[in-house]
Nanobody
Framework: VQLQASGGGLVQAGGSLRLSCAAS????????VGWFRQAPGKEREFVAS????????FYGDSMKGRFTISADSAKNTVYLQMNSPEPEETAIYYC???????????????WGQGTQVTVSS
């Protein structure tokens, strides 16, 4: 499975940004796809994950209500809509795929290269 994250960039606090994760390869549909983020000097943090039917989204505690994950199975693409991001959420955002695919790094088998998100105050 190959994953390509895109859509990062500079956004003002209180604005919005949508990240995309395009998946390709064998049996992509059996995996859940998730987003993680990692700021310099910090551990990788779970953001959200979803299955390809678009059901059963799962969010990290601090993301609930502001970020929305969705899946388009026809395009093999998972999106992360970020609303009202805060400067401390500046990080590299990674997408990943796993058969378990919930909140832990070890639950993911494949990782994309990441996309930088910078939130200005």
């Amino acid at each position: 499975v190959q994953l390509q994250a895109s859509g990062g960039g500079l956004v003002q606090a209180g604005g919005s940004l949508r990240l995309s994760c395009a998946a390709s390869g064998h049996a992509v549909s059996v995996y859940r796809v998730g987003w993680f983020r990692q700021a310099p000097g910090k551990e990788r943090e779970f953001v959200a994950s979803i299955n390809w039917r678009g059901s059963v989204p799962f969010y990290g505690d601090s993301m609930k209500g502001r970020f929305t994950i969705s899946a388009d199975s026809a395009k093999n693409t998972v999106y992360l809509q970020m609303n009202s991001p805060e400067p401390e959420e500046t990080a590299i955002y990674y997408c990943a795929a796993g058969t378990v695919g919930l909140g832990l790094v070890d639950e993911y088998d494949y990782w994309g290269q990441g996309t930088q998100v910078t939130v200005s105050s």
